[in-house]
């Protein structure tokens, strides 16, 4: 039978009302690791809010073999006044960790977090989403010289590409990860927008992580590649105007393939904005208006990949296809 606790993190706000932060304690009967999963660190990001709410029905219905820690808005300062950062003292929550019970509201939101939560789960996942303005292709984040057991989390994971970066060690799977707590943040989706695909990729994601952990039962389905891709360039138009987008994310772009179109109001003038290279689309602008010298697409360059090839150590099922609504339909959820 699985007991599912709902918890609150008080934290102390003078001279303002006290915050509570609700999360839930998935717990099985039968003895397993445990994992974290936390979104809302950006209050504008939605995608691994709902992705959790779902997550939460889910695992009413399913036997759990350990524990499940699930943190729907981390910051709900930032989340109710749709901003990444906090208004009260202007702070980035995902540069906070591991916090300080003394200092600001954001550093408080952070030790709570950190003393509370990370520090009692073997594991975790951190969800994301790119700025508002601009969508991006489901990605995790990796270090470049990466512990084997956070590859292994971003190859379970199941994005098709993950893309190293230089990480700040205050950024909550960063900082857990030099706690001896193997951690993966993800990117889905864009800034204060809801869309299904990438709730059911992430959903899939986290189904999939905890399968392979054992803490849920089931088939282990992964990617027959996942890509590490490292040179990444933005494309900005010379020109202002009317935006009209000419491929999608995730679709191969050989060099002169037209990306995008700019149409100025003023001048009449059109711009045709053509690959330099060959590469992955990454991120497409949503805005409707382009501006001049600001990114409307990048591209993923596929003259610098490598693959992940750590060694999973469970069995898994390999697939092919890179399209997420192929595998939800076969799965068994």
């Known amino acids: 039978m699985t007991i599912i606790n709902d918890r609150f993190l008080k934290i102390e706000n003078p001279p303002f009302q006290d915050i509570k932060i609700k999360y839930s304690e998935v717990i099985g009967t039968a003895k397993g690791p445990s994992l974290f999963v ?45 901003q990444r950062k906090t208004l009260y003292d202007g702070k980035d929550l995902n540069r906070c960790f591991p916090g300080d019970a003394g200092g600001s509201i954001t550093e408080k939101i952070a030790s709570a977090i950190t003393e509370e939560i990370v520090k009692t789960c073997d ?18 984040k990796i270090m470049f010289d990466e512990e084997p057991q956070i590859l292994e989390l971003a190859r379970v994971f199941g994005t098709l590409v993950s893309i190293p970066r230089k990480g700040n060690p205050s950024m909550l799977s960063i900082y857990a990860a030099s706690q001896g707590i193997p951690s993966l943040g993800v990117e889905l989706g864009e800034a204060n927008k809801l869309d299904d695909s990438f709730i059911k990729t992430g959903f899939f994601g986290v189904i999939n992580v905890a399968r392979y952990l054992g ?17 990444r360039y933005n494309i900005k138009p010379r020109i202002s105007g009317i935006f009209f987008p000419k491929v999608t994310l995730g679709a191969i772009a050989e ?12 001048t009449d003038e059109c711009e045709e904005i053509r690959a330099e290279k060959r590469g992955i689309v990454m991120s497409v602008q949503t805005y409707s208006v382009a501006l001049a010298g600001t990114t409307v697409v990048s591209l993923l360059a596929l003259d610098s990949v490598a693959t992940n090839d750590v ?23």
């Open 38 to 82: 936390i979104s809302g660190i950006h209050g504008n990001e939605l995608t691994g809010v709902e992705l959790i709410r779902r997550l939460r029905q889910y695992l009413e219905k399913k036997p759990v073999y350990g524990k499940i820690v699930l943190l729907p808005v981390a910051n709900p300062l930032a989340f109710y006044s749709r």
């Open 123 to 140: 594991y975790g996942i951190d969800i994301h989403t790119g700025p508002e303005g601009r969508i991006l292709m489901s990605h995790s």
């Open 215 to 231: 803490i849920l039962k089931g088939s282990v389905n992964v990617l027959n590649q996942q890509f590490i891709i490292t040179n």
């Open 255 to 266: 060099k002169g393939t037209l990306l995008a179109v700019i149409h100025n109001l003023e």
């Open 311 to 333: 060694a999973l150590k469970k069995k898994v099922t390999y697939y092919h296809s890179n399209d997420p609504e192929i595998l939800w339909k076969e799965m068994e959820f």
